[in-house]
Structures are given as structure tokens and as C-alpha cells.
């Protein structure tokens, strides 16, 4: 079975009826939410209600008969289902090169279990070193955060669609994706100073957030779950 069906498949299965859950974003989600759906036409699941941390999950969850709510209506939550750009061996993350790292974060926040769905080629032993970091901030003056992060050890660059104008996010933000060389020594620090200035209002670094990571390989599936 292909690695990112195989842990979108296993994380479904966590899914019990009459459960609140986060819908996390990204192509893993995306089987994810599918495999929801497939389950509730089955009639092994009922009475579930999915909170979706963008725009493009909500419409996954349309199409596949996923039932929604919004957090005002649903804010605390059973169990968040989501991917990641990068895990590392604390089960620290990059996430959000989707786009939707803020609002997946404020998702995360709300929900009692994060369990985070990836194949094994996001696992990386330092964060940083495949991924860059997304960097959400609003669009007002942007670009003196340029200089800031260069500062920090970062090379950032406005993310933009096909057609050269910028990409702006569900909460109307832009991102900056953000290269570390050699990747980010003290996610912790960086991530602190990053979100005490003005107008960075969301970093993809998701630290001390994944209860659980479940792996998606060739041959099956492992599960990382924190130290302690």
C-alpha cells in the first residue's frame, strides 16, 4: 500500500463515533478525510462532526460527506488528525507548506490527542533540513521581516502562486518560506523570537504539540509516540 495511504488509513481507524475531531490539511489529510467518509457511508461511524483547518479540507469533507463545524460551535475537540513537512526524533514539526499553518495550529490547540499522519520521507533528524519553515505575517510591511529573519539565519522568500502574485492565506496573510543551512538548531528560540514581533502572527514550528506520529511505509506502518 503507498505510505501516505497506509497512516491516513491507521489514523481513520482512531476515529470512534459521536467524536469531535480537527481536520488537519494536506495531501495526507486529504486520504484522511476520505477514508472518514468511506467509514460513515459504511455505517462503522456515526455522529461524528469534523473541524477543518482550511478552506480546501472543508471541501474534502463536502465531497465526502464528512458533517462540519466550526470552532466557535465545537471548541474543544477529542482527537486532531493532521500531516507535517518535517518530524524529528522529539516529534517536533514543520508544518504548514500547504498554507494553512495558522489556523491548523489554533486546531491542534483545541483538540485533547494530536496524532500526526506521515510517511517515513518527512522523518528528519534535525528540523529545518528538508523543509523550509513557513513564517505566516500579515501584509502590511512584510518586507522589513526580510532583513529580521535574515538576522535570525533564515533566507526568506514571499511564497507566491503561478502567477506571480502573492499567496495569501485563509485568514488573509501572507507566507515567507524560510531556509536554515545545515537546519534549525534551537527550534524553541527561534520560535520565540520569531512570533515577539510585530506582524509574524504564526510559525510552521509545531513544538510539544504531536501526542502521537504515525508512519506510513512500504511495508506497513510504525507509531512514535512523546517521551514521558
Sequence with gaps: MNPKQAAADRGASLVQSGMALGL??????????????????????????GVPSSSAIAAVARESGV??????????LDLNLDGADEVDPNLDLIKGLGGALLWEKIVATAAREVVILVDDSKLVSRLGTKAPLPVEVVP???KCHLAFIASLGGAPTLR???D???????EGNYILHCRFEGGI?????????LLGRAGIVGTGLFLGVAHRVIVGKPDGVEVLTQKG
Design 24 to 49: 488537519g490539511s494536506g495531501t495526507t489529510s486529504t486520504l484522511m478525510v476520505q477514508a472518514i467518509g468511506r467509514k460513515l457511508r459504511e455505517g462503522t461511524l456515526r455522529d461524528i462532526v
Design 67 to 76: 458533517p462540519l463545524a466550526t470552532l466557535d460551535e465545537r471548541p474543544a
Design 140 to 142: 502590511f510591511g512584510w
Design 160 to 162: 507566491v502562486e503561478p
Design 164 to 170: 506571480g502574485k502573492p499567496f495569501v492565506t485563509d
Design 185 to 193: 538548531a534551537n527550534p524553541a528560540g527561534l520560535e520565540a523570537k
